[in-house]
């Protein structure tokens, strides 16, 4: 199990080990950022000291860094150090004491979800002292998978456990030199994932951050770590659903998968962040940092997600084909509906013999939502025979909002064949006609219709994410058909 | 005389201030009122923007800090007006009104302008701010500033071709607008002004080329201003010199109804970049680009295509391929963009590209702004190698593998070439792409 | 290998082919197919789709994606996988496609005297002159009632499924091969492009020339008539007999000999 994510209370009543003043302590935890919360968020994880030198260097050069303006998104400035780094499990008096606290237009959403009221408390950000079964759930699985050697736990406990596992491959796939945010992420990550699936070895199940039952709040940058050795195989299932907060949170996560030799990992997220109000009020800014590196000959990373939360997303699920004969893959939906933006897309960058690609991208435009695809493409001059093949597909419902595809192509061997494609449409008025004529709900029409759209990217998607993804899609649409 | 005008870095681009002060009061009509107003802004703009870095979106893949680094001088006063031979440069049977610039400077002596119908008036850009500078004032002050250098030459230009089209006006000849450079370190900025009213309709070649291997600079504008129901078209043949530095912009506004009709040809210069920007003013325009770009050697060929679809029912087209051997590099980045009322827009864009040899490169772009639903919208881009199964089709009667290669470029390149709409143009460009071909020599008697 | 060796002894096969086994991507194609082919004969052979044939055919002509496994082929002697395909196409190997390649901004006539020239080439003969080859080609397009207008077209662009497969048939009758195969000729043919196409075939029948046609349907063989017919199936051939064959297939469909092949396949294992 993690180390208890520590209270505020306890912090400030407990005197610091390091030798830090506590009025620094609590200061920092409070709001802000600076070299002293980042030693203690490392203190109050029992960390390694690579592990504290490694976030003072990443928090160093994000210092020298600034915020990217070009994604094609827009949101007021952040105010960096108006955040809370390292908060401890939400005080329960800021949140709800119970659903009937809730919004009700939240739980609505949940139950045509299909989420079971104890996780709808979950969701909903209800404090809940005894966290439901999954502790029970969580320990069967774990000595399953610890008898065929996996590692699936939290980032702080592997660090605890594993730390040889975290030291070679942490920052090994995003260096915290990459970008802003994943600088600050590297410097102030609370928690996140860990998995290690060793040679030869067939992960039996999906795995889930649903199972894991220890991420009671793994805070606004979490890190998820994949490593999937010689000729290994995992499925892992990343659901995200957020409380409904008024005010706009940033969310910075970073994952690095590794696949090395005949290696194969398959990624899945379905991202329903809160997206704000129906005028554009609060919602989450998801600004993450995802890549896998097939540094193995004959390695496999698919990436499959379906966008539909947030108000703002910045994310580009990448592969690096390092490895002869790797394979990357990218599936993705992304729906905006009322005010939200989406810029997103993939980076495929081929480096090995032989190495293949394939894109598929459906962006889904409603309301006045913003979408945009924005991929590279990138054949290196040692990729002999790259191979790459994109779509990028766009549906438009209504004329207020937009669609935007941006891919870059940088092809440096003549030997590669890549082909991009992209088209943008509409739902037909014939379209919708006909299906209602044969006694169809416009909604339930436009629901159909855009399932059908998404079909290729679902179809990649573990059964029962895919019913929740269409459900997701569904509910999303809501009141973007007159 | 010749005044140095040093292209310097961005942080010191004092040099050419100072060279426009000079010069500023020999340009042709630096004696009117609005247009050194507009000179003076325009430098204003270049000096505090200096020249693009590779950290500017528009120039990530394109670096143009070699150009910075050599002085190049405005071109020689008229009087010293070089000899030269236009006749390689001319196109047998094509009927053209031939007008020569020689350095950047327009050659009496060497053009060749036949009888004019009525409301056609075709002249040098100089004559007219000597004579009647007003006809410039409406083009000049449209900020077509696309990209820098487009100040850069609103601020130095001194000639180039101005035609203008009396509503209902058809020029039944082509118009051959050839530059022609001379000499080492010549910057020359043209600016052509084309102006067709309601209904009017010509076809203009925009020629580039060099007498001998010198290095220059070539920074042209050319600003096309389509009015309802009129029709242009527009063939930009860039084949610079070896050593040359070729930048262009085409700036196009249509009018409602319009038709434009562009063919880009590069096969010249050192670095060129070229950027063919229309916008649809007002509803029902078409417009179709094509582009061929076929380089070797160490040259760089960037195209920048823009159709802004502003209003509705709009129709465009782009077609642009790519030929790159040896250590070349092509850049395109083609852009459509859907403005939010601009419905029933019906747009495409293509990009194709073949490298020929292990050093060549390319950095592709096509992209997609879309702010209105009922649209008709779609791009495409490909890089790869000639198609396995047509290069066996060829071999299998009995065509050995590198004439069929040869052949299969050809033909992937004259897609483009085959757009051409004069046939006195379009065959001689097919002799010129066939010269330029590797192993054209297996292609006899094909075009 | 001798090209214009028109004294070839009597009695040598045009084309033997021994236990060929195909394979494209991984996937075994053929697997073990026997078939010998004498000057003058016509040879059809039939099969279910997927069955190989086409795999037979553009493995004949040289088609690089295929991978032979296993087996050999000799073409009046000599072993013809060694070749590259333009070399088979000079020694008289001669494939119609299926899907002819369209090649835009190549013109038909550039294309039809390059191939006969390269042929005439190597044969060495002197290459013809753009007069001697205009009047060649005009006499065979009559045989094939061809617009003249389609020679300065680009090759196959535009052209209907008809005119495509005439273009065929045309540029066979320029390059005279001695092995003529047609792959799925007939496919999208109407009626009347079915006759004019099969008329072509029939004047180019020879006692020199061998052909092999690639058929899924009877229809075809009712205008060309073949000596033998050979069924396809699972990538061998699995049944063989006269033009009566065909008759049958058409009555009886194919699966009769699947379950023929099954039950023999089934004894031979006891």
Not at chain 1, 134 to 150: A, C, D, P, Q, R
Not at chain 1, 392 to 410: K, N, V
Not at chain 1, 438 to 463: H, N, T, Y
Not at chain 2, 323 to 342: C, E, M, S, T, W
């Given at each position: ?15 610091y ?17 600076s070299?002293?919360?980042?030693r ?16 003072l ?28 780094y390292y908060?401890?499990?939400k ?31 979950m ?24 008898s ?59 795995l ?24 290994a ?15 706009n ?7 690095e ?17 809160y997206p ?34 947030s ?8 592969c690096?084909?390092?490895g002869?004969?790797?394979i ?5 939906v ?7 933006q989406?810029?997103?897309?993939t980076?495929m ?8 690609s394939?894109?598929v ?27 790459n093949?994109?779509?990028?597909d766009?549906?438009l ?37 006909y ?11 436009v ?27 569904g ?8 | ?52 870095t ?31 031979d ?13 007008v ?8 009496p002596?060497?053009s ?11 002249a ?12 410039l004032e409406?083009?000049f ?10 100040d ?28 022609v ?53 527009h ?14 912009g ?49 040259q760089?060929?960037d ?6 679809h ?13 030929v790159?051997?040896d ?12 403005r939010p009322?601009?419905?029933k ?58 004439t ?12 483009v ?31 | ?24 991507d991984?996937?075994?194609i053929?697997?073990g197919?026997d ?21 037979l055919?553009q ?24 070749l590259?395909?333009e ?27 390059a191939?006969?020239?390269?042929v005439r080439?190597?044969r060495?003969?002197?290459e013809?002159?753009a ?24 090759v196959?662009?535009g ?6 497969k ?27 492009a079915l ?15 061998a ?15 073949p ?6 199936a ?6 063989s007999?006269g ?5 049958e297939?058409?009555a ?18 006891k």
């Amino acid at each position: 199990m993690s180390t208890p994510a520590p209270r505020l209370d306890d912090l400030i009543s407990r005197e610091y080990q390091h030798g830090f003043v506590s009025e620094v302590e609590s200061d920092a935890i409070a709001h802000g950022l600076s070299e002293d919360v980042i030693r203690v968020i490392s203190s109050k994880k029992n960390e390694p000291p690579f592990m504290l030198e490694w976030r003072l260097a990443a928090y160093r050069h994000w210092l020298t860094m600034r915020e990217p303006e070009w994604a094609n998104v827009h949101h007021p400035p952040i105010d960096f150090q108006d955040i809370i780094y390292y908060s401890a499990p939400k005080s329960q008096k800021n949140g709800p004491k119970s659903l009937d606290e809730v919004d009700p237009e939240l739980l609505r959403v949940y139950e045509k979800l299909g989420v079971p009221l104890k996780e709808r408390e979950m969701l909903a950000g209800v404090a809940v002292d005894a966290v439901f079964d999954s502790v029970s759930v969580g320990t069967t699985f774990k000595e399953k998978l610890g008898s065929m050697g996996i590692v699936f736990c939290s980032f702080s406990e592997a660090v605890q456990e594993h730390p040889e596992l975290v030291q070679k491959y942490l920052g090994s796939v995003v260096p915290y030199t990459d970008n802003f945010f994943a600088a600050l992420n590297s410097a102030v990550f609370s928690d996140g994932s860990f998995c290690y699936i060793p040679p030869g070895v067939r992960c039996p199940m999906e795995l889930s951050t649903y199972f894991r039952i220890n991420a009671k709040d793994t805070g606004q940058f979490e890190r998820t770590l994949i490593i999937a050795d010689e000729g290994a195989y995992v499925s892992y299932l990343e659901g995200c659903t957020a409380p409904m907060r008024d005010e706009n949170q940033l969310h910075a996560a970073v994952v690095e998968l590794v696949a090395m030799e005949r290696a194969q990992i398959k990624y899945s997220t379905v991202q329903n962040w809160y997206p704000g109000d129906k005028e554009g009020k609060g919602g989450i800014y998801n600004f993450v940092t995802k890549r896998g590196d097939c540094r193995g000959a004959r390695s496999r990373i698919s990436w499959t997600q379906v966008e539909t939360g947030s108000a703002i997303t910045w994310k580009y699920p990448s592969c690096i084909l390092r490895g002869d004969e790797s394979i990357g893959e990218f599936y993705s939906v992304a729906l905006t509906n009322n005010y939200q933006q989406a810029d997103t897309g993939t980076k495929m960058i081929h480096i090995g013999r032989n190495t293949k690609s394939t894109i598929v991208s459906k962006g889904i435009s409603a309301g006045r939502g913003q979408n945009a695809y924005r991929g590279l493409v990138k054949v290196l001059k040692s990729a002999d025979g790259a191979r790459n093949h994109s779509q990028c597909d766009s549906l438009l419902l209504g004329d207020r909002c937009g669609a935007h595809t941006f891919p870059y192509i940088e092809v440096k061997n003549s030997t590669a064949q890549v082909e991009h494609e992209a088209s943008t449409s509409r739902i037909g008025e014939d379209q919708l006609f006909y299906c209602r004529q044969r006694g169809l709900s416009a909604e339930d029409a436009v629901s159909m219709i855009v399932s059908g759209f998404c079909k290729e990217v679902f179809k990649e998607l573990p059964m029962e994410f895919a019913v929740e993804a269409q459900k997701l899609l569904g509910v999303s649409l809501e009141g973007s058909v007159g | 005389m010749m005044a140095a005008v040093a292209l310097a870095s961005q942080t010191a681009p004092d040099p050419v201030a100072a060279d426009f002060t000079r010069i500023a009061s020999a340009l042709p009509g630096a004696n009117v009122a609005w247009l050194a107003k507009l000179r003076r802004q325009a430098l204003e703009r270049f000096v505090e923007r200096g020249l693009p870095t590779t950290r500017e979106e528009a120039w990530k893949y394109t670096n143009i800090s070699a150009l910075a680094k050599r002085p190049y001088t405005l071109g020689t006063k008229s009087d010293v007006t070089p000899v030269v031979d236009v006749a390689p440069f001319t196109f047998a049977d094509l009927g053209a009104h031939l007008v020569v610039f020689v350095d950047g400077r327009f050659s009496p002596a060497l053009s060749r302008i036949g009888a004019l119908q009525a409301g056609c008036t075709l002249a040098s850009v100089a004559d007219v701010l000597a004579r009647e500078p007003e006809r410039l004032e409406a083009a000049f002050a449209t900020r077509t500033g696309h990209t820098i250098f487009s100040d850069l030459n609103a601020a130095f230009a001194r000639d180039g071709l101005y035609l203008h089209l009396a509503a209902g006006v058809t020029l039944g000849e082509p118009v051959h607008a050839l530059f022609v450079t001379t000499r080492d370190d010549v910057v020359a900025h043209p600016r052509n002004v084309i102006v067709a009213e309601a209904g009017a309709r010509a076809f203009v070649i925009e020629h580039h080329v060099s007498a001998g291997a010198a290095s220059y600079f070539t920074n042209a504008v050319t600003q096309i201003d389509i009015g309802t129901k009129a029709s242009i078209g527009h063939c930009k043949l860039q084949q610079e010199g070896a050593r040359a530095f070729h930048i262009a912009g085409v700036h196009i506004a249509q009018r409602r109804s319009s038709r434009f009709e562009s063919q880009s040809i590069a096969l010249g210069a050192a670095l060129s970049r070229a950027d063919i920007a229309t916008a649809f003013d007002d509803e029902g325009c078409e417009a179709s680009l094509a582009g061929l770009y076929l380089v070797g050697g160490r040259q760089h060929v960037d195209h920048h295509t823009l159709v802004d679809h502003a209003k509705p029912n709009g129709t465009s087209r782009a077609l642009y391929k790519g030929v790159l051997d040896d250590g070349a590099r092509g850049v395109f980045n083609g852009k459509i963009i859907v403005r939010p009322d601009a419905q029933k827009t019906d747009a495409h864009l293509a990009n194709h590209n073949l490298l020929l040899s292990k050093s060549a490169e390319i950095d592709t772009k096509p992209e997609l702004t879309i702010d209105a639903d009922d649209v008709k919208c779609s791009h495409g881009a490909t890089v790869g190698q000639l198609d396995e199964t047509a290069l066996f089709y060829l071999r299998s009667r009995a065509i050995d593998p590198a004439t069929a290669r040869a052949l299969l470029t050809y033909a992937f390149a004259h897609d483009v070439v085959e757009r051409v709409p004069l046939a006195p143009l379009r065959t001689a460009l097919e002799r010129t792409l066939l010269a330029r071909l590797p192993q054209a020599e297996r292609l006899r008697d094909i075009a | 290998m001798p090209s214009n060796d028109k004294q070839r002894t009597s009695g040598e096969p045009m084309l033997v082919v021994r236990d060929l086994a195909v394979k494209v991507d991984d996937k075994q194609i053929l697997r073990g197919l026997d078939l010998t082919v004498n000057p003058g004969e016509v040879h059809a052979i039939m099969g279910p789709n997927g069955s190989g044939k086409s795999t037979l055919a553009q493995v004949l002509a040289g088609r690089e994606a295929f991978t032979v496994t296993g087996g050999e082929v000799r073409y009046q002697g000599h072993d013809l996988l060694a070749l590259a395909p333009e070399e088979r196409a000079r020694e008289g190997v001669f494939l119609a496609f299926q899907y002819p390649v369209e090649i835009p901004g190549v013109s038909n006539v550039y294309l039809l005297k390059a191939a006969v020239n390269a042929v005439r080439r190597h044969r060495g003969e002197q290459e013809l002159d753009a007069m001697e080859f205009l009047s060649l080609i005009r006499e065979k397009m009559k045989l094939l009632d061809m617009n003249d207008q389609l020679l300065f077209r680009s090759v196959n662009e535009g052209f209907s499924g008809g005119e495509k497969k005439r273009n065929e048939i045309l540029q066979m009758a320029l390059l005279e091969p001695a092995l003529a195969i047609l792959d799925e000729t007939d496919s999208g043919l109407d009626i009347d492009a079915l006759q004019v196409v099969s008329k072509g075939i029939n004047a180019l029948r020879s006692p020199e020339r061998a052909m092999v046609l690639v058929t899924h349907y009877q229809r075809l063989l009712d205008y060309v008539v073949p000596d033998f017919v050979h069924v396809l199936a699972h990538g061998r051939i699995v049944k063989s007999g006269g033009k009566e064959l065909a008759l049958e297939l058409e009555a009886r469909g194919y699966g009769w000999i699947e379950q023929e092949t099954a039950r023999e396949t089934a004894q031979a294992a006891k």
